[in-house]
């Protein structure tokens, strides 16, 4: 099928348009832009840099996916932005290129991110993330799969979101949030668990318990972080679920120590 531009439209010849692609008024392409099939990038919206969009993901008006980095530390070059499929970035979003030349921020597929929200250089962003607005991702931060950003939240640069966990609105994040865990406050803190994004997603009772019993080791026991993370690992009856394990796993992969 064809690609549909509006005349008013400016988009460099360098530019790759898949098929389908509809571009209307007033947008700007950059000419190391690659969109993939059955894009759709609205009125005023900007994709510059060097981005490669995937397919069906569709940019609202206002937005700019591909910005350079705020970082201080560029220095020059063509660091990139890549992007999944069926991703929906709303109005004012941004989406920032990696720092470093040889670089790239990622975004996996099936994300929406909603208004005036924000991702930093060199994020790793998975699937399925619901970012509310006026949310922000600092730099190098990494969100796994199925992650919910609550309205007005701030992650601080090289945090980690685990799987199916929440940031609540308004919260300040400045540790890492394990998988299925719900944060709250400014600083935020592991407050309870994703009850209710488990199960939308599909998971069993018996699952949410075997979460709210290592949420309650970990952050609700006498036991400190490394005794909580032995006793779950040989003691606990909880020890066979995969759940456990996951979540073991993430806590000791972090650097900034967990929220």
């Known amino acids: 099928m064809s690609v549909r531009v509006h005349p008013s439209a400016v988009v460099d010849s360098n530019a790759q348009l898949g098929e389908n692609v509809e571009i209307e008024a007033f947008c700007m ?3 190391k832009v690659c969109i993939g099939d ?3 990038i609205l009125h005023h919206a900007t994709l510059e840099g ?4 995937g397919n069906r993901n569709i940019i609202y008006p206002y ?8 970082d201080l530390k560029f220095t020059g070059g063509e660091p990139g932005l890549k992007i999944g499929d069926e991703n929906v970035f709303r109005e004012y979003v941004t989406a920032h290129v990696a720092t470093n030349a040889e670089d790239t921020t990622v975004i996996g597929s099936n994300n929406v991110f909603l208004a005036y929200s924000h991702i930093a250089h060199d994020c790793q962003v998975g699937n399925h993330l619901i970012m509310s607005s006026h949310s922000a991702l600092g730099g190098h931060v990494k969100v796994a799969d199925h992650v919910n950003v609550g309205w007005g939240a701030g992650i601080h640069q090289f945090c980690r979101l685990g799987h199916h966990c929440m940031v609540s609105a308004c919260s300040k994040l400045v540790q890492d949030v394990a998988p299925y865990m719900l944060a709250d406050g400014s ?3 592991v407050r309870s668990i994703n009850k209710v994004g488990m199960e939308r997603s599909g998971y069993k009772v018996e699952d949410i318990e075997v979460a709210r019993g290592v949420f309650k080791t970990l952050y609700k026991g006498e036991r400190n972080r490394s005794q909580a993370i032995q006793y779950l690992q040989n003691e606990s009856s909880l020890k066979q679920s995969k759940i456990t394990k ?3 796993e993430f806590v000791r992969e972090s650097d900034r120590g967990l929220a």
Do not use: R, Y
């Not at 060097?50 to 969009?53: A, D, F, P, R």
């Not at 937005?63 to 705020?70: D, K």
């Open 29 to 31: 392409i950059g000419g």
């Open 38 to 40: 059955n894009c759709k």
């Open 50 to 53: 060097k981005v490669t969009l």
């Open 63 to 70: 937005a700019m996916v591909g910005g350079l980095t705020h």
């Open 187 to 189: 600083p935020a803190e």
């Open 246 to 248: 996951e979540i073991i």
